[in-house]
Structures are given as C-alpha cells and as structure tokens.
C-alpha cells in the first residue's frame, strides 16, 4: 500500500466515523463539532485531489461561516442541548432496508461504469484555470453570474427580512 | 555536495542536513520527509517563543505611553518577567470548572492557538524560504484564520459560565462580521500581483502595495486588529461588563495558552501586513543575499507591531453598536469602493505606465476617493449633531 492510499484511507476513516457521530451523540454541540471535523476531512480530500482552491473554500465557508452559525445558533438554545427523546424513529427498519438499497445499486454502479480516466493534465496553478472558466463567455459565466445574482437576492431578502417595520405616522 | 554560500545559508544548512543524511544511504523520500520535519519545527517554535519576548516589549511600550515604568524587576529592563510570569503559570492549578465540558474545555486554547501557527506556513522569509508557496496563500491565512473563531466559541460554551458565553458570543459576532471588510482587503493585493500566491505577492512589489492602495492596507490593519480582539476592539473580553470573556474560567497553564494566541495572533497579523503591502523581505540586496531578508520581514514586523501597540496603549474600548456601525457602514463599503477603483483605475491606466509612476497614479485615485469619504463623514457628523438636541435623561413613553 502506497503512502497515498495510507493518507486517504485514514482521511476516509476519520469522515466516516465522525460523520456517524453526529447524528449519535445526544449534545447539540458535540454534534456541530464533529461535524466541524467531518468537513475538515472532506477539505483533506480535496487536498488529496490537488484542488487546493477548493479545499480552502470548503474550510472558509463551511467551518469558517455555516458551522460557526450553527454553533451560534445552538448555543442561544441551551436547553434544548440536553434532548433525551428517542434517538430511534419507529419506521427505522424500513428506512435501513433503503438505504442499503440505494447503497448497493450506487456500488454496483461503481464497478460496472468504466471510468475515464482524465490525461495528464498540468494542476499546477488550478487557481488561474477556475478563474479563467468562470469569465470564458463559452464556458460558465452565465452559471456563475447566475449564482452571483441569486447571493444577491438572497442578501437583499435576509436584509429586509430584519428590517424593522416602521410604524405608519 | 551542495555549494556553500553565506547569503543563502539556511537553504545551505536545509540541503547539507539532506545531503548527509542521503550519503548515509536513507531513503531520499524519507530524509525530504525528515527536513520538512525539521524546518516546520524551527518554524513552528520561534513563532511559539516570539510571544516570550513581545509579551514584554508590549508590557515595556505600552508603560511608556501611559507614563509608567513597566516591569523593571526581573533581569536588565525587566527582560526576564515574562520568564518569572510563565513559571508562575506552569505551576498555578489547572481549575476546571464543574459542570464544564471537559474534552472541549481543553482543546479549546489548543485550537486557538494551532491556526495562528498554521498562518506562519505560507509566510515567505525570504526569496528562497517560504514554508509552502502554496498558490491561494492569501485565502489560505483566512481560512485558517476563521478556525480562532471557532476555538472561542468551544472555550466560551464549555466553561460553563454565562460570562464566557456572553463574550463568546461578543467574539463570534465581531470576528465572523470584521472578516469581511478583511477579505476585501486582502482582494485588492491579490488584484494587483494577479496571484494569491504570498511569495508571488512580494515578488510583484517593486514598490510596495501600500503606495498602490493605502486604503486597502488601513482597511486590513484595523480589520485585523478587530481580528485579533484587541484594543479599541476588545468588548468580547470587556473587565468592566464580562470579567474577561470568554477565558474567564481558565487558570494556569491553559490561561497561558489563550494569552499565548492572542500576543501570537498580533505579532502574525503584522507579519501578514509586511508581507501584504510592505514588501514583505524585499530590501536592498536582498535579491542577493537571501537572508537579509529574514531581517528586513522582522523589521517591518516589528514596526507593524509597534502599530498596533500603540492604537491599543491610546484609543479607548469602543462599545458594541460603534463596533457594528465602524464594520458594516463604514469599512465594508469603504473597501468595496476601493476595490471597484483599483480594478478601474489597473485597466484605465496604459500598459507601458510601468512601476512607481503606475504606483503613484493609484496613489492619487486612493487620495481622492479619501477626500470623498471624508467630505461624506463631515457631513453625516454635522447632520447628527443637529438631531441630538439635549434629550431628557429619562424619556417617559
């Protein structure tokens, strides 16, 4: 086994387990802090990939901004913390069966699909190729100018949405 | 053997340890293994014992301005008082208190002080020691940034102590709102050394980023020191309202680890600030002479520090509503102006006005969008001096 395959089976391992407990441990925020630990592992593998630029967007927005929010957010709720309902819902066998399902038909899938491997291409400076293909009007800048309006009215919306409403005099 | 050369001799003790260890017949995968390992050592402990000396310089200059003497006991000048303070943290006991959530509790501290060292990784020395250049360094020393965040909170929350929730919170809110006028900041050099690449950076800094966008380079200053929860900045660890935030459960050693991030947290943000819009090693001979460069980076460093040591020894705590008023209807649409002027100001200007007569060109745009900014101030001040008539002390409803 190669170092390579060391490093991800660990980095796979970590995102396995942690991902797992965060939807066992019974507090709120243990649960947001493993799952601080799952997107790290995530970032790890996109590091794995060279895509350096996307792992170090995966650490800014989703342990940077999302996870912080949701600490934020369960921390304003500290009684809610100590939830000491079932952790099971009845239809739970139902619900196993599926996913192994869904699991067994994406593994097969996996094996069966001859995946095309990419040539050897040159990931030296990924930065500079993103950057390039979001502006190439050939490419993705209508997708990317898309999702930058959309941001947009999202902020405008969560804008007025806070406002005050002023008092008709 | 590798060539010996007196101006690049760190890169030379670099190589001689790896030609050493290959002509003793290790692995050559193992003995590149074994310098990083080294290098990374070196690196991660003289960012780890800076705080020993800046802890006392800061002690020492901040005295000074407020007419004081400082710590004159211990050693000559009182150098050795940070000494005598880390022996009397290492044996004081480590009190956790009950009801606190101790895995947390303990890595919180840890975890803040990790992503500050994380930083140094992409900070270039000199023409020929960088930790890695990696190629979206800037965004890099954010994302690592935003894990300090995160480490409040988790000390904050596991204290058990609704003080220390209060500043976590206080800290939460002023860390996550003051990153964005910093990452628009931070735009602007990248902008215009058209990399993210920190050593690219320097190297497109004939003259210095801060002549290109002196608002940028102020906007990134004050933002850090928001950052970095210092004075005027510090309502998340406010004495007088929240005893001390955040930390205000921790004794001994983990106490130790808290002040540790923070002093190393101001010295980093000033190397960032070097490397950013001063030039970062670049000096004279520097190009020649690698390792000036080192000395050139600690100089601008230091003054950087003296910087931000002398706003926090004179600007008083701001409160909380002029924290969120200074970032979000001042600095954020400062910085996005800027950043507009600077990307018109790079296309508008002809190619072949090249170096400090470019420099200067964009000098002038910052002045005078300054002027603007000013001139908006002035009268938004004057409006609101005209509507605060002397309100009664208690209005009735």
């Given at each position: 086994?190669?170092?390579?395959?060391?490093?991800?089976?660990?980095?796979?391992?970590?995102?396995?387990?942690?991902?797992?407990?965060?939807?066992?441990?019974?507090?709120?925020?243990?649960?947001?802090?493993?799952?601080?630990?799952?997107?790290?592992?995530?970032?790890?593998?996109?590091?794995?990939?060279?895509?350096?630029?996307?792992?170090?967007?995966?650490?800014?927005?989703?342990?940077?901004?999302?996870?912080?929010?949701?600490?934020?957010?369960?921390?304003?709720?500290?009684?809610?913390?100590?939830?000491?309902?079932?952790?099971?819902?009845?239809?739970?066998?139902?619900?196993?069966?599926?996913?192994?399902?869904?699991?067994?038909?994406?593994?097969?899938?996996?094996?069966?699909?001859?995946?095309?491997?990419?040539?050897?291409?040159?990931?030296?400076?990924?930065?500079?190729?993103?950057?390039?293909?979001?502006?190439?009007?050939?490419?993705?800048?209508?997708?990317?100018?898309?999702?930058?309006?959309?941001?947009?009215?999202?902020l405008?919306?969560?804008i007025?949405?806070a406002?005050?409403?002023?008092?008709?005099? | 053997?590798?060539?010996?050369?007196?101006?690049?001799?760190?890169?030379?003790?670099?190589?001689?340890?790896?030609?050493?260890?290959?002509?003793?017949?290790?692995?050559?995968?193992?003995?590149?293994?074994?310098?990083?390992?080294?290098?990374?050592?070196?690196?991660?402990?003289?960012?780890?014992?800076?705080?020993?000396?800046?802890?006392?310089?800061?002690?020492?200059?901040?005295?000074?301005?407020?007419?004081?003497?400082?710590?004159?006991?211990?050693?000559?000048?009182?150098?050795?008082?940070?000494?005598?303070?880390?022996?009397?943290?290492?044996?004081?006991?480590?009190?956790?208190?009950?009801?606190?959530?101790?895995?947390?509790?303990?890595?919180?501290?840890?975890?803040?002080?990790?992503?500050?060292?994380?930083?140094?990784?992409?900070?270039?020395?000199?023409?020929?020691?960088?930790?890695?250049?990696?190629?979206?360094?800037?965004?890099?020393?954010v994302?690592?940034g935003g894990?300090g965040t995160?480490?409040i909170?988790?000390?904050?929350?596991?204290?058990?102590?609704?003080?220390?929730?209060?500043g976590?919170f206080r800290a939460a809110s002023q860390l996550v709102s003051y990153e964005v006028p910093l990452i628009l900041a931070l735009l602007i050099?990248?902008?215009?050394?058209?990399?993210?690449?920190?050593?690219?950076?320097?190297?497109?800094?004939?003259?210095?980023?801060?002549?290109?966008a002196p608002i940028a380079a102020a906007i990134f200053l004050v933002s850090s020191l928001a950052e970095i929860g210092r004075a005027p900045f510090d309502i998340l660890e406010a004495?007088s309202e929240i005893?001390?935030g955040?930390?205000?459960?921790?004794?001994?050693?983990?106490?130790?680890?808290?002040?540790?991030?923070?002093?190393?947290h101001a010295?980093?943000i000033?190397?960032?600030v070097?490397?950013?819009f001063?030039?970062?090693?670049?000096?004279?001979?520097?190009?020649?002479?690698?390792?000036?460069?080192?000395?050139?980076?600690?100089?601008?460093?230091?003054?950087v520090?003296?910087i931000t040591m002398w706003i926090r020894a004179t600007v008083p705590r701001i409160r909380i509503d002029q924290m969120n008023n200074l970032n979000w209807k001042f600095l954020v649409p400062l910085a996005l102006a800027a950043l507009?002027l600077?990307?018109?100001?790079?296309?508008?200007?002809?190619?072949?006005?090249?170096?400090?007569?470019?420099?200067?060109?964009?000098?002038?745009?910052n002045?005078?969008l300054m002027a603007i900014v000013f001139g908006m101030l002035r009268t938004e001040s004057r409006r609101l001096q005209?509507l605060s008539?002397?309100?009664?002390?208690?209005?009735?409803?």
């Amino acid at each position: 086994m190669s170092a390579q395959q060391i490093v991800f089976l660990v980095t796979a391992g970590v995102i396995v387990i942690s991902a797992a407990l965060v939807v066992t441990v019974r507090n709120l925020i243990h649960a947001s802090l493993w799952l601080v630990i799952t997107l790290f592992a995530v970032a790890a593998i996109y590091v794995q990939l060279e895509a350096d630029f996307l792992a170090v967007v995966q650490v800014i927005l989703y342990i940077g901004a999302i996870s912080i929010l949701i600490i934020f957010s369960v921390m304003l709720t500290r009684r809610v913390m100590a939830d000491t309902g079932p952790q099971r819902i009845p239809q739970w066998p139902l619900a196993a069966v599926l996913a192994l399902l869904v699991f067994g038909g994406l593994a097969y899938l996996l094996v069966q699909v001859p995946w095309p491997l990419a040539p050897n291409v040159d990931v030296s400076d990924t930065v500079l190729a993103l950057g390039e293909a979001f502006v190439d009007p050939n490419r993705y800048v209508i997708p990317f100018e898309v999702a930058t309006v959309l941001l947009l009215v999202a902020l405008v919306g969560s804008i007025s949405l806070a406002l005050p409403e002023r008092e008709s005099d | 053997m590798p060539e010996f050369s007196f101006g690049n001799i760190a890169v030379y003790a670099y190589d001689m340890i790896g030609w050493v260890l290959v002509s003793y017949g290790l692995d050559p995968k193992l003995v590149v293994i074994i310098q990083k390992f080294l290098a990374a050592f070196l690196l991660a402990n003289f960012a780890l014992l800076t705080p020993i000396f800046t802890i006392w310089l800061e002690r020492k200059i901040a005295a000074r301005f407020q007419d004081r003497l400082g710590p004159n006991r211990v050693g000559p000048y009182g150098l050795f008082q940070s000494f005598a303070d880390i022996l009397k943290l290492l044996t004081k006991e480590i009190i956790t208190p009950s009801g606190a959530d101790k895995v947390v509790y303990f890595v919180g501290p840890i975890l803040s002080v990790a992503p500050v060292l994380g930083i140094w990784v992409v900070i270039p020395f000199a023409s020929t020691m960088i930790g890695a250049n990696l190629n979206v360094g800037v965004l890099y020393s954010v994302a690592i940034g935003g894990i300090g965040t995160l480490a409040i909170m988790m000390g904050g929350w596991a204290s058990n102590n609704k003080y220390a929730l209060l500043g976590a919170f206080r800290a939460a809110s002023q860390l996550v709102s003051y990153e964005v006028p910093l990452i628009l900041a931070l735009l602007i050099p990248t902008m215009l050394a058209g990399s993210m690449g920190m050593q690219d950076i320097v190297l497109a800094q004939g003259t210095w980023f801060v002549v290109y966008a002196p608002i940028a380079a102020a906007i990134f200053l004050v933002s850090s020191l928001a950052e970095i929860g210092r004075a005027p900045f510090d309502i998340l660890e406010a004495e007088s309202e929240i005893v001390a935030g955040y930390h205000v459960e921790y004794s001994g050693f983990l106490f130790a680890i808290w002040q540790l991030g923070e002093f190393l947290h101001a010295f980093t943000i000033s190397a960032l600030v070097s490397v950013l819009f001063l030039g970062g090693w670049r000096g004279p001979l520097a190009d020649l002479y690698p390792i000036l460069g080192i000395v050139y980076l600690l100089a601008k460093t230091y003054f950087v520090y003296f910087i931000t040591m002398w706003i926090r020894a004179t600007v008083p705590r701001i409160r909380i509503d002029q924290m969120n008023n200074l970032n979000w209807k001042f600095l954020v649409p400062l910085a996005l102006a800027a950043l507009v002027l600077v990307a018109l100001v790079d296309k508008l200007l002809p190619a072949s006005l090249a170096g400090s007569a470019r420099a200067w060109a964009h000098f002038a745009s910052n002045v005078v969008l300054m002027a603007i900014v000013f001139g908006m101030l002035r009268t938004e001040s004057r409006r609101l001096q005209n509507l605060s008539a002397p309100a009664p002390v208690a209005a009735a409803h």
